[in-house]
């Protein structure tokens, strides 16, 4: 019984390596490499920046990658291939890479860091926990996506400037009511629009850049808008005042920005 038990095995090895040594030939490596160039989508999609996130295909793309990183595939590509199709057909859709005009939104916690030292970890994970619900509830609510928490700030991006800014006045708000021993969360924001590329869960570009940017140099409670931001906010909706034009590394030299407050 155990002989016949173990031919069905031996033959089911075989064939494994058999179809292993098919799919590692170089040939058939180099031509599903090349048929890809021909694909819609990106050709290098399959890399850890392009299969980051937590959608559905970017944990298969993980997956795909872990299995098959050890040695040339032939069916690692036709994977990617299709990942890249799909991929390509969700930004022919508006779900972006570099092709939609956005609004990109980063904030921080003020002298959060100073104080978590002397609070402690388990009350600085308190605190996040509470800003965290203050802060990204208003994104989701305002039609806004969290691209990712950055300890103790995030980065969201939303279709339009008057929503993004919606969302950072209410999120100040609800800010406003969240405690702590010996500190006072306050956050500070800065919103740009632009034209990032979204690669995997994330976004990269310039535009991210100066997004960014521009919220480290804005005060406590205080939303910063670039230019650019400001021509889509109606000025009869919004207070601003010129803050002043940047001189920063990784900024546009005549960018300007603005203390924006909802009139």
């Known amino acids: 019984m155990a002989e016949e038990e173990e031919e069905p095995r031996g033959r089911m ?90 609004t990109i939104v980063f904030t921080d916690l003020v002298e959060f860091s100073d104080w978590a030292l002397e609070a402690g970890d388990e009350a600085a994970i308190d605190l996040l926990r509470d800003v965290g619900r203050a802060t990204e509830t208003p994104v989701g609510e305002h039609d806004g996506e969290v691209v990712k928490r950055l300890g103790d700030g995030m980065m969201a991006v939303f279709g339009d400037a008057p929503s993004a800014l919606d969302a950072l006045v209410e999120a100040r708000e609800r800010l406003r009511e969240v405690e702590a021993k010996g500190y006072r969360p306050q956050i500070r924001a800065g919103i740009h629009v632009g034209r990032p590329r979204r690669i995997g869960g994330d976004y990269i570009g310039v535009d991210v850049n100066v997004a960014a940017r521009v919220a480290e140099e804005a005060s406590g409670d205080e939303i910063l808008v670039t230019d650019r931001a400001c021509e889509a906010l109606s000025e009869e909706t919004v207070k601003m005042r010129r803050k002043r034009r940047f001189k920063v590394k990784g900024v546009p030299s005549d960018l300007g920005a603005h203390t924006i407050e909802r009139a």
Do not use: C, Y
Not at 22 to 45: S, Y
Not at 47 to 64: K, T
């Open 13 to 102: 090895r075989r064939l494994a390596g058999a179809l292993g040594r098919v799919d590692g030939r170089p040939g058939l490596v180099n031509g599903t490499k090349a048929l890809r160039t021909l694909l819609p989508g990106d050709p290098d999609h399959g890399d850890p920046l392009s299969v980051a996130g937590n959608e559905p295909s970017n944990l298969i793309g993980q997956r795909i990658a872990q299995a098959t990183n050890r040695r040339p595939s032939a069916l690692r590509e036709v994977g990617f291939g299709a990942l890249q199709m799909w991929q390509a057909l969700s930004e022919a859709q508006g779900r972006g890479r570099g092709n939609r005009e956005m």
